[in-house]
């Protein structure tokens, strides 16, 4: 006898779902093809860096998401430059870090303009002491006595030095000069003979080549060193 309404059911689709899990994965490959577009393009901006003359190859971040909207745009609002022991020149850097806003890249992507740009360099004590004993030349007894800075104000270091039979501190005052270079002047020497400071007693020092323009607007002291505002404008960059 045959039976009518009893046979296992048909499975049945469910289309709402299988549209959502489409979803899914379409968004998870955008959002992939998107970071790996950003690592390409950092990678490309810190190559691009360092062709102009950067000591070293930095490390650039691009902010913001989704990223291949800002490409769309030619247009990028924040990107974060950082790089650490630049080595070139008489001062070493121990760090850089700069902030980029408002970046617009040409059609070509061949380069642009940087709205404005600002950021800190910071120099060590002890990178200090090195440049100013390499620029004054041989100092025989002040190299043997050790120059050890530490900070004597917003503006002043000072080194407590004892050579033979002379011992007493010395203050230098620190001040930025035309473009990237920095002045550091003795202003005061206690217990200490002219004849021993003298080598060292007025030094201009130069920083190393900064990258995409940026400039010193101002050098301070702090407990660790050296520290120095970098500001820009309308740089333009590339071709």
């Given at each position: 006898m045959?039976?009518?309404?009893?046979?296992q059911p048909s499975r049945r689709r469910h289309p709402v779902r299988v549209i959502i899990i489409v979803l899914i994965v379409l968004i998870a490959l955008l959002v992939a093809a998107d970071f790996?577009?950003?690592?390409?393009?950092?990678?490309?901006?810190?190559?691009?860096?360092?062709q102009?003359?950067?000591?070293?190859?930095?490390?650039?971040?691009?902010?913001?998401?989704?990223?291949l909207t800002?490409?769309?745009?030619?247009?990028?609002?924040?990107?974060?430059?950082?790089?650490?022991?630049?080595t070139e020149g008489p001062l070493d850097i121990s760090s850089i870090d700069a902030s980029l806003k408002n970046v617009h890249i040409n059609g070509a992507f061949s380069g642009g303009t940087i709205g404005t740009l600002h950021g800190t360099a910071s120099i060590t004590f002890t990178a200090?002491?090195?440049?100013?004993?390499?620029q004054a030349g041989s100092l025989g007894q002040l190299a043997n006595a050790g120059l050890k800075f530490?900070?004597?104000?917003?503006?002043?270091?000072?080194?407590?030095?004892?050579?033979?039979?002379?011992?007493?501190?010395?203050?230098?005052?620190?001040?930025?000069?035309s473009g990237n270079a920095i002045n550091i002047q003795l202003v005061s020497a206690g217990g200490l003979p002219a004849s021993l400071l003298s080598p060292i007693?007025?030094?201009?020092?130069?920083?190393?080549?900064?990258?995409?323009?940026?400039?010193i607007q101002s050098i301070s002291v702090n407990s660790s060193g050296l520290v120095g505002v970098l500001t820009g404008q309308n740089v333009s960059f590339g071709s």
């Open positions: 045959t039976t009518y309404g009893y046979g790996a577009a950003r690592a390409f393009a950092e990678n490309k901006a810190a190559s691009e860096i360092q102009q003359g950067f000591p070293k190859k930095p490390s650039v971040d691009i902010e913001g998401f989704p990223f800002q490409v769309a745009a030619h247009q990028f609002h924040d990107i974060q430059i950082s790089s650490t022991n630049d200090l002491a090195n440049a100013m004993t390499s530490s900070a004597a104000g917003p503006n002043e270091v000072k080194a407590s030095l004892n050579v033979v039979v002379f011992s007493g501190t010395a203050v230098w005052r620190v001040t930025r000069t007693s007025d030094i201009t020092l130069n920083l190393p080549k900064l990258p995409l323009g940026l400039k």
